[in-house]
């Protein structure tokens, strides 16, 4: 397994994730109801990465931490 942690698959597949999200939110604009009631949805889309991603930022930072802890308890 590599050491960059760029590399690992969940975080490559973070990236790409928000990276998209970026892309679609630099040219977003609202100007109509539609567009509004829409909006809703995309925003659903960004909480549901932003969720993910803290998901992946735990399961990697949770293991750190729990070592972390043991070795302040000794």
Do not use: W
């Not at 760029?6 to 990276?19: F, G, I, N, Y």
């Not at 509004?36 to 960004?46: S, T």
């Amino acid at each position: 397994m590599s050491d960059k942690i760029e590399e690992r698959p969940e975080v490559r597949t973070a990236l790409a994730e928000v990276s998209e999200l970026e892309k679609f939110a630099s040219n977003y604009a609202v100007a109509t109801v539609e567009q509004y009631n829409a909006g809703a949805e995309d925003l659903k889309r960004v909480k549901a990465a932003q969720s993910k991603l803290e998901d992946t930022r735990t399961s990697l930072t949770g293991p750190l931490n729990e070592t972390l802890r043991r070795i302040n308890a000794l």
